[in-house]
C-alpha cells in the first residue's frame, strides 16, 4: 500500500484536512497500517487533486487560519478499489522491544523488568483502546481490521506473561556469547 491509497481509504470514511489525515496516520485509526508524514501526505493530497482524484474546499474558521478540507471524488473511490484489487505485500513488523530482548540474557534484569512492564502497559493500553473503537464500529470490515488487531496485541500480551521468567533468569551472557559463535559457524558454513 502506499500513501495515495491510505489518503484516498481515509477520505472514504470522511472528508478531512491534511492535519487530520496526519493525526489518523500518526497514532488514530489508521497507524497500524503503514507509516506517513506531513512531508509524504501533502504532496500526495496535491497530486491526486491535480488528477481529479480528491477535491479540497477552504473553510473559514473565526479567529483561526482556514482549513483545507479534502473529500475523495468518483474517480478517487474508483482508484481506491482498483487499488485494493492488488495483492498487499507481506506483514512487516519491526520493535524495538524485540531487539532488547534479543540481548536480555547480557543485560541487568532490571532493565528487562522495566523494559517488559512498559511493554505490558503500552500492549494492554492498545487492546483498551482498540476494543473501545470496536465497540462503537458497525463497520464488518473495520470490525474485522480491529478485531485483528485486538487479537494479535493479546496474543503478544499473552506470549509477553508466558516467557517473562525466561529472559528474567540471572546472568546468561555466556548464552549469548555461544549464540553469536554459533550464528557465525553457520553462516561460515554458508560461504
Not at 6 to 27: H, M, P, R, S, W
Not at 45 to 62: F, G, S
Request: glycine share 6%.
Amino acid at each position: 500500500m502506499n500513501i495515495r491509497t491510505l489518503c484516498l481509504g481515509i477520505l472514504q470514511f470522511d472528508d478531512a484536512t491534511g492535519y487530520e489525515i496526519n493525526k489518523l496516520v500518526a497514532d488514530g485509526r489508521f497507524s497500524h497500517f503503514i507509516e506517513a508524514s506531513y512531508g509524504s501526505i501533502y504532496p500526495a493530497l496535491t497530486k491526486m487533486m491535480q488528477e481529479e482524484l480528491v477535491t479540497c474546499r477552504t473553510e473559514i474558521q473565526a479567529g483561526k487560519p482556514s482549513r483545507k478540507v479534502y473529500a475523495i471524488t468518483p474517480a478517487g473511490q474508483a482508484e481506491l478499489f482498483r487499488a485494493l484489487e492488488e495483492s498487499p505485500k507481506p506483514n512487516r513488523f519491526k520493535s524495538e522491544f524485540l531487539f532488547l530482548g534479543l540481548f536480555a540474557n547480557a543485560l541487568p534484569p532490571a532493565l528487562i523488568a522495566k523494559a517488559f512492564a512498559q511493554h505490558e502497559r503500552e500492549l494492554s493500553a492498545l487492546v483498551k483502546d482498540m476494543q473501545a473503537h470496536y465497540d462503537r464500529c458497525k463497520n464488518p470490515g473495520s470490525q474485522f481490521a480491529i478485531g485483528y488487531g485486538i487479537a494479535a496485541n493479546k496474543a503478544a500480551l499473552e506470549y509477553l506473561h508466558e516467557c517473562k521468567d525466561l529472559l528474567l533468569e540471572g546472568d546468561q551472557s555466556k548464552d549469548l556469547a555461544q549464540d553469536v559463535a554459533n550464528e557465525t559457524t553457520k553462516e561460515a558454513s554458508y560461504e
